[in-house]
Every structure is written in structure tokens, then in C-alpha cells.
């Protein structure tokens, strides 16, 4: 059998690579990182990261390939899972990875629907009930029997809310102001009934 192949993380670095700083001190803004520049950022980070990060040989072996083929080792991969790259901030590889190798061994054997509801169950994804199903396509039917120029008021109304809310918040009193609001709410305003 043969030996696998010992390797050196300082092959990953460009061949007499030297970076530019003339050109780059001449103009920091518009200076345009070549791709050995990149080449020699990604495998210097590949270097601090593997002192820094414990992993077993396979993880090592990923994320090598992972850096060879051109990425940082900070940079989101594609994952088999939708549900595993949506957080902030961004996953980086080894935990996309291992995410992936988890969800893997966990939904292994399992019927296509049975992953579907793991998975669900996974990022905490409930099902609408009947009750909620219903309000929310009244809701649609109602929007979309509004005519858009109640619309347009209803958005106007909303905005003037949201921002003297913002208001009473700054000021400190919007405690008071809602125990205001609850102490009125049974009231009817002026010109109410005009709708």
C-alpha cells in the first residue's frame, strides 16, 4: 500500500512570492489584490488557524483541499443542508462541515420524509395550525380587497405610530404613554366612525 503523502502546508504559498507594496502604498484604495496575494493570505491563515483550531485528520483534510482550491478558511462553502448557512454572522468552513457530517450521521436510513421533519424540527420550524392558517388567509383576502388608497393612509397611519413610539422611547416615557393608551382604549376618537 502505498504512503500517503506527507503535507506541507508551505506549498500552498505562491513560488517567490513578494508582495507589491510599492504599488500598494501608491494608491491603498485602488490597489487591486492579485491571486498569489490571495493565494498567500488564504495559506497564512490556513497556518494560524490549524495551531489555533482542534480538529481531527479528516477536518484537516477538508478544509486543505477547502483553501487549495482558492477559499479562506473564514469563507461560508456550500452546504448539503439549506438550513445551516441562513445565521449571522456566516458559519465558516470547519463549522459547515461539521454541521454537515452531524446532520449526515443523525438522518442516516431515513425516509424522505422523515429528514424533511428532522430538519424541520432542526432549525425549530413549526407548522402552521388550521387557526393560524385561516387568520392569515383572511388577512390576504382582506389586503387584497382594500382599495390602495385606504392603503396608502393605513401605511401613513402606521409610519405616524412607529415614529412617535420612537419618540416616547427617547423622551423615557413611554411607560406612562402606554398606560395611557390602556386607560383609553375603550374611548372612541374623534371622527371615528368616518371609515
Request: aromatic residues 12%.
Given at each position: 500500500?502505498?504512503?500517503r503523502?506527507?503535507f506541507d502546508i508551505?506549498?500552498?504559498y ?7 507594496w ?16 490571495i493565494?498567500?493570505?488564504?495559506a497564512m491563515?490556513l497556518?494560524?488557524y490549524?495551531?489555533?483550531t482542534?480538529?481531527?485528520?479528516y477536518e484537516?483534510?477538508a ?5 487549495a482550491?482558492g477559499?479562506?478558511?473564514r469563507?461560508t462553502?456550500p452546504s448539503?443542508?439549506?438550513?445551516v448557512c441562513?445565521?449571522?454572522p456566516e458559519?465558516d ?10 446532520l449526515?450521521k443523525?438522518t442516516?436510513g431515513?425516509s ?11 432549525i ?12 392569515r388567509k ?7 380587497q ?6 396608502e ?7 405616524q405610530l412607529?415614529?412617535?413610539w420612537?419618540?416616547?422611547?427617547q423622551?423615557g ?7 395611557f ?11 371615528e366612525?368616518?371609515?
Amino acid at each position: 500500500m502505498a504512503k500517503r503523502k506527507i503535507f506541507d502546508i508551505h506549498a500552498l504559498y505562491p513560488a517567490d512570492y513578494c508582495f507589491d507594496w510599492e504599488a500598494f502604498e501608491a494608491d491603498p484604495e485602488h490597489y487591486e489584490f492579485s491571486a498569489d496575494d490571495i493565494a498567500y493570505t488564504n495559506a497564512m491563515e490556513l497556518e494560524r488557524y490549524e495551531q489555533e483550531t482542534p480538529m481531527t485528520p479528516y477536518e484537516k483534510r477538508a478544509l486543505r483541499r477547502w483553501v487549495a482550491s482558492g477559499h479562506s478558511v473564514r469563507e461560508t462553502p456550500p452546504s448539503r443542508y439549506a438550513c445551516v448557512c441562513p445565521s449571522h454572522p456566516e458559519p465558516d468552513f470547519l463549522e459547515v462541515y461539521r454541521t454537515d457530517k452531524e446532520l449526515d450521521k443523525a438522518t442516516k436510513g431515513m425516509s424522505a420524509e422523515e429528514r424533511i421533519a428532522y430538519l424541520k424540527n432542526y432549525i425549530g420550524y413549526v407548522d402552521e395550525t388550521e387557526e393560524e392558517r385561516r387568520v392569515r388567509k383572511e388577512k390576504e383576502l382582506m389586503h387584497r380587497q382594500t382599495p390602495n388608497k385606504a392603503k396608502e393612509k393605513i401605511r401613513i397611519l402606521k409610519r405616524q405610530l412607529h415614529y412617535t413610539w420612537m419618540y416616547l422611547v427617547q423622551e423615557g416615557i413611554w411607560e406612562e404613554a402606554d398606560e395611557f393608551v390602556k386607560d383609553h382604549m375603550n374611548d372612541p376618537t374623534l371622527f371615528e366612525d368616518e371609515w
